[in-house]
């Protein structure tokens, strides 16, 4: 969620950004949520996991995330 343009994320597994650069849109509130994705290869074994904070908007806003999602496909 982000009130005004977001900023850029990425996901990391292992130390390695598996998804690249991915923006929070402006969902219009810091409460109104909306669902950002990226397919992902992984190898089997445990995975570390690590969301990483890229850059803030030129308003300043990051984003507000409320969960991360890992799902078999």
Known sequence: AASGAGGRVHVE???D???GA???P???GWQS???ISAPVTLVAGTQQ???V???ASSSGVVGNVNR?????Q
């Open 33 to 35: 949520w909306t669902t």
């Open 68 to 72: 991360v999602s890992v799902i078999a």
């Open 49 to 51: 996991m690590r969301l």
């Open 17 to 19: 950004d598996k998804t």
């Open 53 to 55: 904070v890229d850059a």
């Open 22 to 24: 991915m923006t929070i």
């Open 13 to 15: 597994f292992n130390g």
């Open 26 to 28: 402006n969902t219009g």
